[in-house]
């Protein structure tokens, strides 16, 4: 059995928020549907506020703790559902990402209405995928994976901030929560 693999330096929540920020607001712009987004509870995206919390994630086996951030946005649907998801396979596979269809699209009494596309980094780690159907459509994206330890605190605008589970809402607290700020880089 070998030994696990030493992943390296891994990248800050601070870098990965922004990083994740950046690649929600160009997946936006290439989905030609630039407002009217939200977060799966109906909160409009707001990326001047929005923290973000580690979640789970690997590509291989290193004997550590790896987790990422990630995005889901629900709009309404504008068009056909299989071409929405295609233009956004297209436009990953323009950056470089390796696009592949989940499953097949569905079809129904009205036709094709349900389809996934997904966008994989080269290390087969998840980067993005468009989930569209006659009801919803919804872009997902996912920072890049890492085990640093500041992942296990929010990662906000101003600073990270710990996770309290002893406030009714940790995630969106009722208290003031301490904010440590982002170190100079």
Request: glycine share 10%.
């Amino acid at each position: 059995m070998s030994a696990p693999v030493d992943p390296g330096p891994q990248k800050t929540g601070q870098q990965l928020r922004v990083e994740i920020i950046e690649a929600v607001t160009a997946g936006i712009a290439a989905s030609g549907i630039p407002d009217g987004w939200t977060l799966p509870m109906g909160q409009a995206w707001d990326p001047d506020t929005k923290e973000f919390l580690g979640a789970s994630c690997s590509v291989a086996q290193t004997g550590t703790r790896r987790e990422r951030f990630q995005v889901d946005l629900h709009h309404a649907p504008v068009g056909d559902p299989l071409a929405f998801a295609d233009m956004m396979g297209d436009y990953w596979k323009d950056q470089g990402y390796i696009v592949s269809p989940v499953g097949t699209p569905a079809t129904g009494p009205g036709g094709r209405n349900y389809t996934e596309n997904r966008a994989d980094r080269a290390d087969g780690s998840l980067a993005a995928g468009a989930t569209a159907q006659d009801t919803l459509f919804v872009l997902s994206f996912y920072s890049e994976c890492s085990t640093d330890p500041s992942l296990d605190r929010f990662a906000g605008p101003a600073g990270y901030r710990e996770f309290d589970m002893l406030d009714p809402n940790p995630y969106y607290p009722t208290s003031s929560p301490t904010i440590t700020p982002y170190p100079d880089r």
